[in-house]
């Protein structure tokens, strides 16, 4: 639990830690590399920083984005970087040459809704999955950046989350649903043990590591967020945490998967997965 809780102090307040001092542009999103050695932080000057983290200095600088980075994702190896921008682009980066393997743009790239709000890597690396503000899911092939499958959402979507096995893709978006795409059938379905007309926006998503239960970090109509857990298989309600006043940013399982980290606005709390009891929780 503590190593888990000092990841995520680490992660979520970065721009006030000593050794990226000389850090001065604000940052957007940020992500640990698999190994723990590096940090990504993308900022709004398009600019993605490869920082080092035992000595605290930029190992590289990946340029190309011409907007502010929305969304940035480690591959699962340790190798690559997969990063979203409005400026109508999703690109994947060779960490170490810091060269753009591929772009993929957006058609009508002066228009609105450009971004992808959230990016996700499958376990293997194989695929990327990207949440767009048209609402449109797109998943592409990350070794070729050749377009595989699609769907789409009423509505702007928010997030985006693999499951385990590989081959479910999880999304929400401002429809308040939770769809399901199975790469194996190429079938969309919902996972709806809410009422829809009670559900506002969808903000974040998260698998337990066996996959067993997820995490849906939910908008209640007039009463707020909510984060509420539940069994997959039959989509049983195992809990639901009280209204997060504050803002949901996001969820995450532990690896062991005994506990959840949840992040607002304002605080990181730490979570018993079995029960949704309190374990801990500090200031942002």
Known sequence: MFKLLALCLIVLSLNTMDMFAQETVKVMVLDWSPDGTWIATGHPTGEINIWDVQSGTVFNTLHGHTQEIMTMKW?????RIASGSPDGSVRIWDVKSGESTHIIQFSQPQGGFRAILDIAWSFDGRLIAGARETGLIIIWDADTGEHVSSYTHDGMALTVE?????????SGGLDGKVLLWDMSSQTLSEFSPFSAENVGP??????????????????RVRVGVHLAVFNFSDQELVYQLPEISDGLVAIRWSPAGDELAIRDL??????????GALVTSHDA
């Open 162 to 170: 693999w499951h385990p096995s590989g081959t479910l893709l999880a």
């Open 266 to 275: 304002e605080s990181i709390r730490i979570v018993d997965s079995l029960t």
């Open 75 to 79: 591959s699962p190896d340790g190798t």
């Open 202 to 219: 969808i903000y974040s998503i998260a698998w337990s590591p066996d996959g067993d239960q997820i995490a849906i970090g939910l908008g």
